[in-house]
C-alpha cells in the first residue's frame, strides 16, 4: 500500500530537548515536504526536498532542520523546541512539485 | 479527531444535494491548482487537480472550476454524502516557487 509514515503521531516534551519526527515513503518519489498546521493559519511549508541531499527552506523554517540521506526518508529535527512549535505536522512526498502529494496522518507536538 | 480550524467558513448541505466549495487564489501566475479533503484525525487526501490550460475537470461525483479571470477556484460535489463530511482546502503552485500554497480551507457539513 502506497503511504507516508510519520512517527510519533503524538508526542508531548519540554523546552530544549531535542527531538526528531521521521517520515518514510514507499512509492519512490522524488519531492518530499513538511508542514505544520495551525488553527486559522492552514498549512505552512517549513522544509522541502527535491531529491537526495538537496534541501531547502519553506515558509517557516526557523527552529527547524531536515535531512535527506535517503529517498525514502525525510526527518524533521527540531534542536531546542519552544512552545511556539507546538502544533499538527505533516509531512508529504510526490512525485514532484507540481503534482498531487500524499500526506501523512500527522504529528501532533505539544512543548511545554 | 485533531482541530485542523477554529473559525474556518462552515458548508452545510443536506445529504444528496450538490455542494459547491469556493476558494480565491492568490497569484495570476499560478499554473497548477489542487483540492485535498482532510477528515478529522487524518492527513490531507487528494481529490482532484486542474493544470491552467483547462477550466473544467471531472472526476468521480467532483468537478472542479477554474476561472483565471477573477482567480477562482471551485469543488463542485455531486449528490453529497455523509462521507464527504471534511475539511477541503485549495491549494495552487506556480514555476519558480517550488511549494503548493494552501488555503485556509472550508468545513463541509452533511445533514442526513
Known amino acids: 500500500e502506497a503511504q507516508v509514515t510519520q512517527n510519533p503521531r503524538y508526542l508531548i516534551t519540554v523546552t530544549g530537548k531535542k527531538l526528531t519526527v521521521t517520515c518514510s515513503q514507499n512509492m519512490n518519489h522524488e519531492y518530499m515536504s513538511w508542514y505544520r498546521q495551525d488553527p486559522g493559519l492552514g498549512l505552512r511549508q517549513i522544509y522541502y526536498?527535491?531529491?537526495?541531499?538537496?534541501?531547502d527552506k519553506g515558509d517557516v523554517p526557523e527552529g527547524y532542520k531536515v535531512s535527506r540521506k535517503e529517498k525514502r526518508n525525510f526527518p524533521l529535527i527540531l534542536e531546542s523546541p519552544s512552545p511556539n512549535q507546538t502544533s499538527l505536522y505533516f509531512c508529504a512526498s510526490s512525485w514532484t512539485v507540481d503534482q498531487p502529494q500524499h500526506f501523512g496522518d500527522g504529528t501532533r507536538l505539544s512543548i511545554l | 479527531g485533531e482541530s485542523v480550524g477554529l473559525h474556518l467558513p462552515t458548508l452545510s448541505v443536506q445529504e444528496g444535494d450538490n455542494s459547491i466549495i469556493n476558494c480565491a487564489y492568490s497569484n495570476s501566475a499560478s499554473d497548477y491548482f489542487i483540492w485535498y479533503k482532510q477528515e478529522s484525525g487524518k492527513g490531507p487526501q487528494f481529490i482532484i487537480d486542474?493544470?491552467?490550460?483547462?477550466d473544467k475537470r471531472q472526476g468521480q461525483r467532483v468537478t472542479v472550476l477554474l476561472n483565471k479571470t477573477v482567480k477562482h477556484l471551485s469543488l463542485q460535489i455531486a449528490a453529497t454524502q455523509p462521507g464527504d463530511s471534511a475539511v477541503y482546502f485549495c491549494a495552487e503552485f506556480y514555476t519558480g516557487r517550488r511549494a503548493l500554497t494552501f488555503g485556509s480551507g472550508t468545513r463541509l457539513q452533511v445533514q442526513p
Open positions: 486542474i493544470r491552467s490550460n483547462m
Open positions: 526536498s527535491m531529491n537526495v541531499e538537496v534541501t
